[in-house]
C-alpha cells in the first residue's frame, strides 16, 4: 500500500464520525441555513452541497454512476433534492446511511479515501458558510490528507509530485489542494501556487477567484 494512504478501515470509521458530525451540526442550525450561499462553491448554498453529500452515498448504492464525478452527475444530487426541507435530508441521509455502512468495510483504497476527501471538503465548505469551524484535526481530515498525497505521487510531472512531501500539513494542505486556496493564500504558506494550479487543473475542483479565509 502507499505510504501515505491511511487503511481503509480508517476511511470507513472516517465517514461514519464525519456523518454524526455534519448531520449533528445541521440539526443544531435554524432551517434557515439551507439558503446561505457557500463562498467555496459559489454556485450553491448549503442545501445544495448537503444534497452532494448525500447524493453520492445514494448513487453508489442504487448504481448511478453514468458521469460519477462530473458536474452533470452532481447536479442531479442538488435536482433531486430540491424540494427538501434540511430536517427531510437529514431523514434520507439517515437511511442512506444505514445501508451505506454495510458498504463501507467493502470499499478498497484509494476509492474510499478519495470519498472522504470530497465529503470532508464539502464538511468544511458548509462550516465557513454558516460561520461554524470546526474539526480541523479529524480523522476525516488525516484520510483525506493522505489520498493527496497519494494521488499527487501519481502526477507524472516531477516538480508536481514533489509536492507530496510538502511539510504544509492537515487542514491547510487538504484545503490547498481541493482548490480552497488562492494564489496569494498558497504564497503565505510557502506552497508553489503554479504547480498547484497544474496539480488543481487535473482534478475536479477549480481554483477560487478570490482569496476566503476560513
Known amino acids: 500500500m502507499s505510504e501515505y494512504l491511511l487503511p481503509a478501515s480508517e476511511g470507513a470509521l472516517a465517514y461514519a464520525e464525519l456523518y454524526e458530525r455534519v448531520s449533528s451540526l445541521i440539526i443544531s442550525t435554524p432551517e434557515s441555513i439551507a439558503s446561505v ?7 450553491w448554498t448549503v442545501k445544495c452541497v448537503l444534497s452532494h453529500m448525500i447524493g453520492v452515498p445514494e448513487d453508489v448504492l442504487t448504481g448511478q454512476m453514468e458521469g460519477v464525478t462530473t458536474e452533470v452527475w452532481t447536479q442531479r444530487q442538488v435536482d433531486r433534492h430540491s424540494e427538501h426541507s434540511t430536517a427531510e435530508l437529514l431523514a434520507i441521509w439517515g437511511n442512506t446511511f444505514e445501508k451505506f455502512e454495510a458498504l463501507l468495510p467493502k470499499i478498497p483504497q484509494p476509492t474510499i479515501s478519495q470519498f472522504v476527501f470530497d465529503q470532508v471538503t464539502h464538511e468544511h465548505d458548509i462550516r465557513h458558510a454558516i460561520s461554524h469551524p470546526g474539526a480541523r484535526e479529524s ?6 490528507e493522505g ?3 497519494d494521488f499527487i505521487t501519481r502526477n507524472p510531472d516531477p516538480a508536481v509530485h514533489a509536492l507530496a512531501e510538502s511539510t504544509v500539513t492537515g487542514f491547510d494542505y487538504v484545503r490547498s489542494f481541493s ?5 496569494e493564500q498558497l504564497a503565505e504558506l510557502g506552497l508553489p501556487a503554479d504547480l498547484v494550479v497544474a496539480f488543481i487543473s487535473t482534478s475536479p475542483f477549480e481554483m477560487p477567484a478570490r482569496s476566503i479565509v476560513e
Not at 450561499?37 to 454556485?43: A, E, I, L, Y
Not at 480523522?139 to 483525506?144: H, P, Q
Not at 482548490?179 to 494564489?183: A, D, E, I
Open 139 to 144: 480523522r476525516a481530515i488525516s484520510v483525506a
Open 147 to 149: 489520498f493527496i498525497r
Open 37 to 43: 450561499g457557500v463562498p467555496h462553491c459559489p454556485k
Open 179 to 183: 482548490g480552497r486556496r488562492s494564489n
